[in-house]
């Protein structure tokens, strides 16, 4: 099973997008079962991860973080496929 959750920016104005219809078209013609993952906030589950990180028990990798004014930059670092953990831009 292909459980796309985005990524990539080669068309930059569906970013992922214009890949999860090219793979929902291509998995209609194949054997293999296309899934969907879908992000639904509960403060529950935050509440917990925000304990988790309180508590040293999970550790966020983030690998850079921009100023607002190099958004652009930020986007390209990404884009290039070397971060290495999240990119954050503070404003």
Avoid: C, Y
Avoid at 14 to 28: C, E, I, Q, T
Avoid at 29 to 40: A, C, I, M, P, V
Avoid at 58 to 82: K, Q, Y
């Amino acid at each position: 099973m292909l459980v796309p959750n985005g990524g990539g920016f080669g068309n930059r104005w569906m970013a992922s997008g214009g890949r999860l219809v090219r793979a929902a078209v291509l998995f209609r013609f194949g054997d293999q079962e296309l899934g969907n993952f879908l992000l639904s906030q509960k403060l529950e589950d935050l509440l917990v991860l925000k304990g988790l990180i309180e508590a040293g028990k999970l550790t966020p990798v983030m690998d850079r973080a921009f100023t607002l004014s190099e958004t652009r930059e930020a986007i390209n670092h990404v884009a290039t496929g070397h971060a290495q953990g999240k990119v954050a831009i503070t404003v």
